[in-house]
């Protein structure tokens, strides 16, 4: 099983990026996908998820709005389209998975976690 986060890079505030995160190893339409980024300092939060089942998506309230979470089921990715960029956005992204049909938050439902991707929100 293997996930890869990347699309991270250094931006100005009020730029854009899309993070990709490609999975192989599992079957991905069974698995609800999130994203999560740590900033230096501060817990894990998490920032987005979209549902394996019907779709559906959460966002935290700080990135709502601004990020648009999707996935490409043919290609077993999942895309996290972050515009309006903010200095407070700067973090280690990560993706995740989760095996269960709706969009979940709590890290502890997650059986995968792909290696980070560094965003960084120059002011």
């Known amino acids: 099983v293997q996930l890869q986060a990347s699309g991270g890079g250094l931006v100005q505030a009020g730029g854009s990026l899309r993070l990709s995160c490609t999975f192989s190893?599992?079957?991905?339409?069974?698995?609800?996908i999130g994203w999560y980024r740590q900033a230096p300092g501060k817990e894990r939060e998490g920032v987005s998820c979209?549902?394996?089942?019907?779709?559906?998506?959460y966002y935290i309230d700080s990135v709502q709005g601004r990020f648009t979470v999707s996935r490409d089921n043919a290609r077993n990715t999942v895309y996290l389209q972050m515009n309006s960029l903010k200095p407070d956005d700067t973090a280690v992204y990560y993706c995740a998975a989760a095996p269960v049909p709706q969009t979940v938050v709590d890290a502890k439902y997650y059986d995968y976690w792909g290696q980070g991707t560094q965003v960084t929100v120059s002011s």
């Open positions: 979209i549902s394996s089942g019907d779709g559906s998506t």
């Open positions: 190893g599992f079957t991905f339409d069974d698995y609800s």
